[in-house]
């Protein structure tokens, strides 16, 4: 497909995800909206796509957050439905089934902000910069930044920086545990598709039913996570990927996922 507000490339079994609107430093619009939507809906269906990274044109922001003479715009009878879409598009990133890796530099503010937290982890450069000031616009955040925060980063330090609206740098974003790894911007990229490299090379069933376990099994009490668990390890006991990792293992050679019984 050909988009206006993002750019969408293929490399082997990566694929990058650029929303390309540097000039608005990417904030947020109804069309970029549909275009990532459509754009992760046929990366999820695409079997040859095993990890994704997100990243913003230029060189001053991820995404800069909501498009505000959109929500300016917004009334009280549209405001739940404004927030509603935005999640929906922001979910289908998080339950893609396969790793998405948000690669920031520059801002990631409000909206820009949420949707490095529903990617799978968060690679920041040293210029990135972090926070959710919707409380300074007099709104909170919509697009899962009020239950995402807190899962990420405590309760106690998300709520100071929901009711500060404060923008935090990089090192403070791994402080707090918000970002994963910090990296100089020149090798922000490189070191994402490094990563990206070494998660592709694994078994792509048993990288997509990870992050299910994990996602599913936080919000669950310990003993039905780990029945979540042992489900999962026993459906994938009888996979193809399983019986071609083990084989390779045995024979000291390099898997080739997609062999073996099914």
């Keep these: 497909m050909s988009y206006e507000t993002i750019r969408v490339e293929k490399r082997g079994a990566i694929a990058t995800v650029t929303m390309d609107r540097a000039k608005a430093l990417n904030a947020l619009n109804a069309a970029m909206f549909a275009e990532l939507d459509a754009a992760f809906g046929e990366l999820g269906a695409d079997d040859a796509v095993r990890v994704v990274l997100l990243a913003g044109a230029g060189e001053r922001a991820f995404a800069a957050g909501a498009d505000i003479r959109e929500l300016d715009a917004v009334g009280r009878g549209e405001g739940e439905a404004f927030a509603l879409q935005g999640q929906a598009v922001f979910r289908k990133i998080e339950t893609l089934g396969k790793p998405v890796i948000a ?76 970002v994963d790894e910090v990296v100089p911007a020149s090798e922000l990229m490189t070191r994402a598709e490094s990563l990206a490299e070494e998660i592709a090379a694994q078994a792509p069933g048993a990288v997509a039913e990870v992050i ?39 024979e000291k050679r390099k898997a080739e996922w997609g062999k073996g019984r099914g």
């Design 103 to 178: 690669c920031v530099r520059g801002f990631a503010l409000g909206g820009g902000c949420e949707l490095a937290m529903a990617c799978s982890f968060r690679l920041a450069a040293e210029d990135a910069k972090f926070g959710q000031p919707e409380v300074k616009l007099g709104v909170i955040p919509g697009y899962g930044g009020s239950q995402r925060l807190p899962r990420l980063v405590g309760r106690g330090a998300a709520l100071k920086l929901l009711m500060t609206g404060a923008v935090i740098d990089a090192r403070e974003a791994l402080r707090i545990g918000l």
């Design 212 to 250: 299910r376990v994990v996602d599913q099994g936080l919000d669950l009490p310990l003993e039905e996570g780990l029945r979540l668990e042992a489900a999962a390890f026993g459906k994938l006991c009888d996979s193809a990927d399983k019986a071609e990792g083990t084989k390779a293992f045995l």
